[in-house]
């Protein structure tokens, strides 16, 4: 009997426990939704300039920021191979493959570097002449939210079909822009009746190299190039490369808090088509001298970190 009671004393104390539990779950979510509610959700701001929006964010950021951080990485795809003579190897296409697997499978990868940053530091480097930048196209993203529409009793609302009626609108204060230093030039629209055309679509119009180069920074330093292939060394040997910035999708990609009218985070992507001479050594020494081209890019993310304040 004693068992009994004391089995059916830890029985009602775990239900009372649940149902405390269950008030606590309900009454969160209810204190989640009337916050929400209150919060003001401002309008997309008309000027997305840099110099308008992305400066003043970026200045209240790093005066306000707890912790600034900063990643390097360099990525490399789309590997094509041109041989120099034209009895090379028909495999010559596959140490494209091989020559990007082994750029990528160095570890640390070659680029790539992380460290925390000051407040001055991170003003140098965020900035990227943000009065003077000329993305050729900025586009803006909001977080959407679609609701239920409900009358004025509460009851779900339904159209002429019976289907749920629903309205899509921003559910909060962060704004992501694109600053792309690109474009693409816009499709006609697709005619059924029309035959596939050959013709070549026309090309992405892209910023020009100084404009890359003056938001992006300098080019790194050629000797420190050939140094990050180092671990190479026994498969190729870079004579000589270029780089250019046609057909490339480099953009500055920011996240602002309207709210609080300063920077969340933004990453510098700088794309690039490059064209390296090289000479296969050891397993690659078959190939002789041969031309590679790839896609590198180049992505530098910044965190900005904030002391979190009680409403």
Not at 39 to 61: C, F, K, Q, V
Not at 82 to 92: H, I, Q, V, W
Not at 116 to 128: P, S
Request: proline share 5%; net charge negative.
């Amino acid at each position: 009997m004693k068992t009994l009671k004391t089995c059916v004393s830890v029985l009602l104390s775990a239900a009372a426990l649940c149902g405390l539990g269950g008030c606590r779950i309900m009454a969160d979510v209810r204190e989640n939704a009337e916050r929400l509610a209150r919060i003001e959700i401002l309008d997309t701001p008309a000027d997305l300039s840099p110099g308008a929006l992305y400066a003043a964010a970026l200045e209240n950021g790093v005066n306000t920021a707890a912790k600034i951080e900063e990643s390097v990485s360099l990525s490399v795809s789309d590997p094509a191979v041109t041989p120099a003579k034209e009895d090379a190897p028909a495999l010559l296409g596959e140490a494209a493959k091989q020559l990007a697997s082994l750029i990528m499978g160095q570890d640390p990868k070659p680029g790539a570097s992380s460290r925390e940053l000051t407040a001055e530091e991170a003003r140098g480097c965020l900035l990227f002449a943000a009065v003077n930048a000329k993305p050729l196209d900025t586009v803006p993203e909001r977080d959407m939210l679609v609701e239920n529409v409900t009358d004025e009793h509460g009851n779900q609302r339904q159209d002429e079909e019976g289907n749920a009626v629903t309205e899509t609108r921003v559910s909060d204060n962060l704004l992501r822009i694109s600053y792309r230093f690109y474009i693409d030039p816009e499709q006609p629209e697709a005619d059924e009746n029309a035959q596939e055309s050959d013709e070549a679509k026309p090309p992405r119009e892209c910023a020009d190299r100084e404009e890359i180069l003056r938001v992006f920074g300098p080019e790194r330093d050629p000797e420190a190039v050939y140094a990050g292939f180092e671990a190479l060394k026994d498969y190729l040997q870079i004579r000589d490369y270029t780089l250019e910035y046609t057909d490339t999708d480099s953009s500055v990609n920011a996240e602002i808090d309207l709210a609080e009218n300063r920077l969340n985070s933004a990453s510098f992507h700088r794309d690039m088509l490059v064209t390296a001479e090289v000479t296969g050594l050891g397993a690659l020494a078959a190939y002789g001298d041969f031309t590679v081209t790839f896609r590198l890019s180049e992505d530098t993310n910044y965190t900005l970190h904030y002391e979190e304040t009680a409403e």
